[in-house]
């Protein structure tokens, strides 16, 4: 349907009265043109507004003229809601100049954490500020772990959160500086960047969403499925792997269907199991997927004790079962030889990914359960990256903040890369070159080496492509970009 103005309704109308009686007086103050044109021509361009609203009101296409509460209501015809952001989170290293010889304990005694630490403030005043939501411990008994050779001193990595959503709050590696005085630490640092923050979803964004749901109508559907984890509000990325997946996970019966997320929702539990030696030497933690252990406390002897990671006990995180990286998955804390053992009942504080529990029951609801379909809610596998290049730069340029701006930006790049997408030393140099054209002469081609970081030590290559499956992404510390200065 033509949209017309009242302006052109009116000069439809005299051009049609004219053509028929070209001696019809039609000037302005007269019968014909104030009465019999201009009025009904008036109402009828309203009328023709209000038809072009509904018309755009019921068509996302028109996305950006509409308002957000336009959009919100269309969006509300097909069960979704604007996603309201999510919390960027990242590692936070505190850390002691001399080993510790009493305990000193970074959190809340809950095991929730709670410290907070931010950002020094930007040319706009602005900082921004994070918590950590675990609580770890400095002890005489576990100074030998923490203690970094290469920097001499003794470091704590602690999971932190972001105090508010969105992108701003993925600050840079050691962008971190502020913290809450805690007796006993010196200095803070954050080794990488915080990641994972989003903002609130806009119309355009929302509008992407109406339209695969538009072709989602059924949850069985990979557009279903999609459409349904993708409104979780701390989901950036997700895919659906089946039994037709290229490299699909499980395929036993042939319905096996697996929702992969990137995104975290992270939730401090405690354990309190029994220990005994008959079968107390493994112990599958409750909450699935797990991040970290935090503590093990027991009595040993009628004394209260920390257990010791990595000489009394080990956390492992199942790699290797149909179920890993799920609520059902097998992570747990596996007792060693020869080291301290519990009494009895023990406490393991530790933090999961609970996301991955909230999505597992909305797909087992009984509104949205599929008869005959296997469905299994899984965290998307990382693959760690790692890569050596040699850059040029700019005579005057000092080579120690150059090196620290070149790795901000490729890791800044590299943990942005969502489920399945390729990376290539192309789009590296792209955003080098985009990013730091006032720091970089040149790069050179091939890199020394980029490659996936394996458990062992090897010659990496230097490989111009890296792939990864649909149910796997990559991401990249800055420890493991070395960059040399020419």
Same mark, same amino acid.
């Given at each position: 349907m033509s949209i017309k103005t009242s302006d052109e309704l009116i000069q439809q109308a005299l051009d049609y009265i004219t053509a028929w009686r070209p001696d019809v007086d039609t000037s302005v103050g007269t019968l014909i043109k104030d009465i019999v044109i201009d009025v009904p021509a008036t109402v009828l361009g309203v009328a023709y507004q209000d038809l072009q609203q509904i018309q755009k009101a019921s068509s996302i296409n028109y996305v950006n003229e509409l308002t957000d509460n336009q959009v919100e209501d269309l969006a509300a015809n097909y069960g979704l809601t604007r996603k309201q952001g999510s919390y960027a989170t990242g590692v936070i290293t505190f850390i002691r100049y001399s080993a510790p010889t009493t305990t000193v304990t970074v959190g809340a005694s809950d095991g929730t954490g709670g410290v907070s630490v931010s #950002?020094?403030? =930007? =040319?706009?005043?602005v900082s921004y500020s994070f918590t950590t939501v675990e609580t770890k411990q400095f002890t005489v008994a576990n100074a030998s772990s923490l203690y970094s050779a290469d920097r001499n001193r003794w470091e704590l990595n602690v999971t932190i959160q972001a105090d508010q959503v969105g992108s701003d709050y993925n600050v840079a590696a050691n962008a971190i500086k502020m913290f809450s005085g805690i007796n006993g630490v010196d200095d803070i640092v954050n080794y990488n960047a915080c990641v994972g923050g989003l903002d609130i979803e806009t119309n355009e964004q929302l509008g992407e969403r109406i339209k695969e749901a538009a072709k989602a109508r059924l949850l069985g559907t990979v557009a279903g499925y999609k459409s349904l984890i993708d409104s979780f509000n701390q989901v950036i990325d997700s895919a659906v792997v089946d039994t037709s997946t290229p490299g699909y996970i499980r395929n036993t019966y042939g319905n096996e269907v697996d929702v992969v997320i990137i995104g975290q929702q992270i939730e401090a539990y405690t354990d309190t199991p029994t220990y005994n030696n008959v079968n107390g030497n493994e112990y599958i933690l409750?909450? %699935?997927?797990v991040i970290s252990v935090n503590s093990v406390i027991g009595t040993v002897s009628g004394n209260e004790y920390t257990f010791v990671d990595g000489t009394d006990y080990i956390f492992v995180k199942d790699t290797t079962s149909d179920y890993r990286e799920s609520a059902k998955g097998f992570d747990k804390i596996v007792w060693q030889q020869g080291g301290q053992k519990p009494d009895g009942e023990y406490t393991i504080n530790y933090s999961a990914n609970q996301l991955i529990s909230t999505i597992q029951d909305t797909l087992d609801s009984e509104e949205n359960k599929l008869v005959g379909s296997d469905v299994l809610v899984r965290e998307a596998e990382m693959i760690n990256i790692q890569m050596e290049l040699s850059v040029n730069t700019y005579?005057? #340029?000092?080579? #120690?903040?150059? &090196? &620290? %701006?070149i790795q901000n930006v490729i890791q800044q790049y590299i943990n942005n890369l969502k489920l399945g997408e390729k990376l290539e030393q192309s789009d590296i140099v792209y955003e080098l070159r985009s990013q730091l054209s006032d720091i970089i002469d040149n790069i050179t081609l091939p890199f020394e080496y980029m490659d996936i970081k394996p458990n062992y030590v090897y010659v990496p290559k230097s %490989?111009?492509?890296? #792939?990864?499956? =649909?149910? %796997?992404y990559f991401r990249i510390n800055t420890e493991d970009i070395i960059v040399n200065i020419n």
């Open positions: #950002t020094l403030k =930007d =040319d706009n005043g409750e909450h %699935q997927p005579s005057g #340029t000092n080579a #120690t903040s150059s &090196i &620290i %701006q %490989q111009n492509v890296l #792939t990864c499956s =649909d149910y %796997q």
